[in-house]
């Protein structure tokens, strides 16, 4: 439990869709480097959170069309999404307190 | 990467080093101490993606082609993460957190992560080695907050991806400017440098291979005075500043690189500054005003601003550290 999920265009809808609880998709890319340093956060935030929110991901490499769907222009960002839909969107890398204050609602 | 939670590890030990930055000159300096027993704690800093961050400025760059040792150049954030392997390897304790405060009123110095209105500081160090380098200007206009992430970007090599096929512009005329510019030619359809003067401050091989890119153009004495779009860039608003002219232009990505300003806001009315708001060190070493306080890197260098000069200087700090703390008896 409480890994971090990778999503595809193919499994993207499904797998947002089906959860019971908030998801907070990763937008990332291998070249990024302030997606390297938040990776690592968000793995423990996935651990500690377990239950309350998932963590997933989405390369924007692999999958032009997700980050196009969604508008994103900047990378890393995190979308926050629940029954489906966006609720909230953070731009840009941030530390473990301020992620943690963000997500705050959903914990 | 993984740090305590602020708080559990508060405890009474006095460090002998305590080191806050990550750029080359910090992790150097972290490096240099480890190596002399001095366990250096070092303070790195938190994720962002402005250039105040751990590993510093080179984490948002590309190839990295003028550090010595590297004959085919190098990522980066991957000479970053070599600089942090090399550190820890030695023993540097490293957290990954944000300073908040510091009191250099009294040895041992204090020095604050979380709430800077807690009564004891999180860590203490008898010296203290300040390589908190320097963080990207902003433009510094309202459409600023609107659309960063949303078409304006501080990162060309985490966000240039998403301008294939667009006309977009770059404002500034460094060195790091046109590194972005030339960037940005492999996504992009055209590349626009907005630049406030007649001629660039960049390295003659940068300006040389920006003059021959033909998906670069300059636009020369002008700047940016606004930002049109309400989710999205739709345009720049670009003022000639020998006629005065206004023009908009139909960029639709701009990319921000006009310089940088000195991360001192923590040493204000603490250490002397210059009145750039860079630290003063005195002549040939780290010291700075207050003993047992040494700065490196571009937080105290107006003028060289390279990764090798900060990781020199990085290394000249550990050891002025190591010295006034053995003439100290610590």
Redesign the interface.
Known sequence: MGAIQQLSEATFAEEVNASDVPVVVDFW?E????????A??LE?IATEQDGKVRVAKVN??ENPGL?RQF???????MIVFKDGSEDQRI????????LLEDLAPYL | MSAEPNGTDRNDDVRPVVIVGSGPAGLTAAIYTARANLQPLLVEGEPSSTSDQPGGQLMLTTEVENFPGFPDGIMGPELMASFRQQAMRFGTDIRTEKVTRVDLSSRPFGVWVGDPEAPEPTYRGQALIVATGASSLMLGIEAERRLLGHGLSTCATCDGFFFRDQDICVVGGGDSALEEAMFLTRFARSVTVIHRRKELRASKIMQDRAFANEKLSFLWDSVVDDIVGETTVEGVVVRDVQTGEVTTKPYTGVFVAIGHRPNTDLFRGQLDLKDNGYLITAADTSRTSVEGVFACGDVQDDWYRQAITAAGSGCMAAIDAERWLEAQGH
């Open positions: 890319a070249w990024c480097g302030p997606c390297k340093m938040i690592p956060i423990e924007v490499d980050a508008n994103v222009m900047s990378i890393p960002t731009v840009g890398a941030k530390g473990k307190p301020q």
